[in-house]
């Protein structure tokens, strides 16, 4: 994104698609919610989050980006792209993360928190506070290019090792 008038009709064009995408999946969400039983456990998420051209001089960093800096599927995961959309239901309760990073790897135990006596999964149940100093890690991928990533309090830090670049970052309220 140059801030040119091609790429800005570009970058307003992939956010009206993203938007109609969105309003498009939350319309048959809500269809599929209606027939839900109460007894029933409704999970929806997605792979990662998507980047809308949040960063991308500073994406400018890592070689190979190309040509879709901080836009679209994969890159760096940066905030934008590592939340993942996620909401567990259980009983017309929704559980969301609250307190510090929450993390995929908790599904699993805020499900079986809730609906079994007994389970051997880790993580953190979403139905009470995660840590606020909890680590969470992430990965991303753009044209075999790695990048890494781990979200701790108000900080994070990216390191593509490939790209011998690490970037350092505190998030403000």
């Not at 190309?66 to 929704?94: F, I, K, M, S, W």
């Not at 051997?120 to 506070?129: E, I, Q, R």
Request: hydrophobic content about 30%; proline content about 5%; glycine content about 8%.
């Amino acid at each position: 994104y140059d801030g040119s008038p091609e790429a800005e009709h570009f970058r307003n064009e992939r956010l009206k698609l993203y938007d109609a995408a969105l309003e498009y999946v939350s319309d048959q969400l809500s269809q599929l919610i209606e027939q839900v039983e109460d007894d029933t456990l409704l999970v929806i998420t997605g792979d990662h989050g998507e980047s809308q051209f949040e960063h991308s001089e500073l994406d400018r960093q890592f070689s190979d980006s190309r040509p879709n800096y901080c836009v679209g599927h994969g890159g760096t995961p940066y905030d934008e792209l590592a939340r993942v959309p996620v909401a567990v239901t259980v009983q017309g309760d929704e559980l969301t993360p609250s307190g510090g990073w929450g993390s995929l790897i908790d599904i699993p135990r805020t499900i079986c928190e809730q609906t079994l006596e007994n389970h051997p999964f880790s993580g953190v149940d979403w139905a009470g506070l995660i840590p606020e100093d909890r680590g969470v890690i992430c990965e991303a991928s753009r044209y075999g290019t790695e990048r890494k990533a781990i979200y701790k309090g108000d900080r994070i830090l990216i390191h593509s090792k490939s790209d011998d670049v690490s970037l350092t970052a505190r998030f403000e309220d």
